[in-house]
């Protein structure tokens, strides 16, 4: 038989956790009654071990996962409130916890086993008192509660972006704003960084190496919660998802390309029908004055609406980074006067006299070929 069952429980409360600043902590809430009195002890660079007065233990590691054996669910609450006040990057809005029962094997039970590791329905039987044997177990426990922080975010992301491929499904097309899908891949780029990086989630951690005598106890938790497997399926989910906002990100370039070729294609248009206006018996400079001081004000004021509204707009990189930071009213203003005095020009050409305002028939060329010149190269650098 075995012992009356205590409870096991791993939670993750942040990003990181600063070992020695967590040992001074619960060294003052202990003094002051607040968590029960211990003795603190470094099991290498990423872990560390508690040992309460009455034997039960408390484990910290520096991925931001704690494991506490025999608290009760009443000190388990202070312990989080604890950890989250001193914690770097403490998760929000809730921590992530994981709970199984565990007890020490009678001698009994301990010489039918013959060392073999016992996990049954999140109960845990531990074969010797030894710290060690707990750490090996606390490891695999706190690395899966880690793991559950990234399938959370995943799970997110996954939720934010079902509807993509339903409306690619129904519509054939969907509307997203880059600045948007920017976010969402990097958030994506983030996750699968940190699980890269932080090797204590991907591989068997250095502390178990050296004490390979409950290597087994590790390796046992770690395959019962199906840590492996579940790393493969976050990875897949990650690769998945990545894909489709790549997906994406190439139809806006797409799209983007295509508006170039409209602007173009308008720009060319444009010229005609001003060379054909210019050579046409109703075509005079007053005339002209009106056409051109009414497109240039109604452009500008259309081009300040979108970039107010933060709209569908897709301009190019450079202009982007010549407006983004800069106050476009000014400009705005500048080319409506510019626009209202052509079309004073022409309203009232023989009492107002702006020799330089006046459009003559060369005029459209000399205006559309320096910026037909410029939008191929332009979309030469977008893409």
């Given at each position: 038989e075995s012992l009356e069952p205590l409870q096991l429980s791993a939670l993750c409360l942040a990003e990181e956790l600063d070992l020695e600043r967590i040992e001074s902590v619960w060294e003052d809430a202990a003094s002051n009654g607040v968590v029960p009195s211990g003795v603190a002890r470094r099991l290498g660079a990423d872990a560390c071990v508690l040992e309460l007065e009455d034997g039960r233990l408390c484990f910290f590691f520096t991925f931001g996962s704690i494991v506490c054996w025999g608290l009760d669910t009443m000190e388990l609450r202070r312990v989080r409130r604890l950890i989250r006040r001193n914690a770097q990057d403490p998760l929000e809005p809730e921590s992530v916890q994981d709970d199984m029962v565990f007890s020490l094997a009678s001698k009994v039970a301990e010489d039918m086993m013959q060392r073999e590791v016992l996990i049954h329905n999140?109960?845990?039987?531990?074969?010797?008192?030894?710290?060690?044997?707990?750490?090996?177990?606390?490891?695999?426990?706190?690395?899966?509660?880690?793991?559950?922080?990234?399938?959370d975010i995943v799970d997110d992301a996954i939720e934010k972006a079902r509807p993509i491929p339903e409306a690619l499904a129904q519509y054939g097309q969907v509307e997203m704003d880059e600045q948007v899908l920017n976010k969402q891949m990097g958030e994506l780029f983030v996750t699968k960084c940190s699980m890269t990086l932080q090797s204590d989630i991907l591989d068997t951690p250095e502390i178990i190496w050296d004490n390979d005598e409950f290597d087994d106890r590790y390796n046992a938790?770690?395959?019962?919660?199906?840590?492996?497997?579940?790393?493969?399926?976050?990875d897949q989910r990650l690769t998945v998802l990545n894909d489709l906002y790549s997906f994406l990100r190439e139809q806006l370039e797409v799209k983007q390309a295509n508006k170039l070729e409209v602007i173009v294609i308008i720009l060319i248009v444009v010229e005609i029908l001003l060379e054909l206006f210019a050579m046409s018996p109703w075509y005079n400079p007053r005339r002209a004055n009106i056409c051109a001081g009414l497109l240039l004000s109604?452009?500008?004021?259309?081009?300040?609406?979108?970039?107010?509204?933060?709209?569908?707009?897709?301009l190019p990189k450079r202009m982007q980074r010549f407006l983004k930071g800069r106050q476009t009213r000014p400009l705005t203003f500048l080319a409506v006067g510019v626009g209202f005095i052509w079309f004073v020009r022409g309203l009232f050409a023989s009492r107002v006299k702006l020799a330089f305002c006046d459009i003559t028939p060369g005029c459209a060329q000399r205006i559309t070929l320096p910026i037909r010149a410029a939008i191929p190269r332009l979309a030469a650098q977008e893409l």
């Amino acid at each position: 038989e075995s012992l009356e069952p205590l409870q096991l429980s791993a939670l993750c409360l942040a990003e990181e956790l600063d070992l020695e600043r967590i040992e001074s902590v619960w060294e003052d809430a202990a003094s002051n009654g607040v968590v029960p009195s211990g003795v603190a002890r470094r099991l290498g660079a990423d872990a560390c071990v508690l040992e309460l007065e009455d034997g039960r233990l408390c484990f910290f590691f520096t991925f931001g996962s704690i494991v506490c054996w025999g608290l009760d669910t009443m000190e388990l609450r202070r312990v989080r409130r604890l950890i989250r006040r001193n914690a770097q990057d403490p998760l929000e809005p809730e921590s992530v916890q994981d709970d199984m029962v565990f007890s020490l094997a009678s001698k009994v039970a301990e010489d039918m086993m013959q060392r073999e590791v016992l996990i049954h329905n999140d109960h845990v039987s531990l074969l010797t008192n030894s710290v060690d044997e707990a750490l090996a177990y606390s490891y695999a426990f706190a690395q899966s509660v880690k793991l559950q922080v990234f399938e959370d975010i995943v799970d997110d992301a996954i939720e934010k972006a079902r509807p993509i491929p339903e409306a690619l499904a129904q519509y054939g097309q969907v509307e997203m704003d880059e600045q948007v899908l920017n976010k969402q891949m990097g958030e994506l780029f983030v996750t699968k960084c940190s699980m890269t990086l932080q090797s204590d989630i991907l591989d068997t951690p250095e502390i178990i190496w050296d004490n390979d005598e409950f290597d087994d106890r590790y390796n046992a938790l770690r395959k019962y919660l199906e840590i492996g497997k579940r790393l493969d399926i976050l990875d897949q989910r990650l690769t998945v998802l990545n894909d489709l906002y790549s997906f994406l990100r190439e139809q806006l370039e797409v799209k983007q390309a295509n508006k170039l070729e409209v602007i173009v294609i308008i720009l060319i248009v444009v010229e005609i029908l001003l060379e054909l206006f210019a050579m046409s018996p109703w075509y005079n400079p007053r005339r002209a004055n009106i056409c051109a001081g009414l497109l240039l004000s109604v452009g500008a004021v259309w081009l300040q609406g979108e970039i107010n509204t933060n709209a569908s707009l897709r301009l190019p990189k450079r202009m982007q980074r010549f407006l983004k930071g800069r106050q476009t009213r000014p400009l705005t203003f500048l080319a409506v006067g510019v626009g209202f005095i052509w079309f004073v020009r022409g309203l009232f050409a023989s009492r107002v006299k702006l020799a330089f305002c006046d459009i003559t028939p060369g005029c459209a060329q000399r205006i559309t070929l320096p910026i037909r010149a410029a939008i191929p190269r332009l979309a030469a650098q977008e893409l």
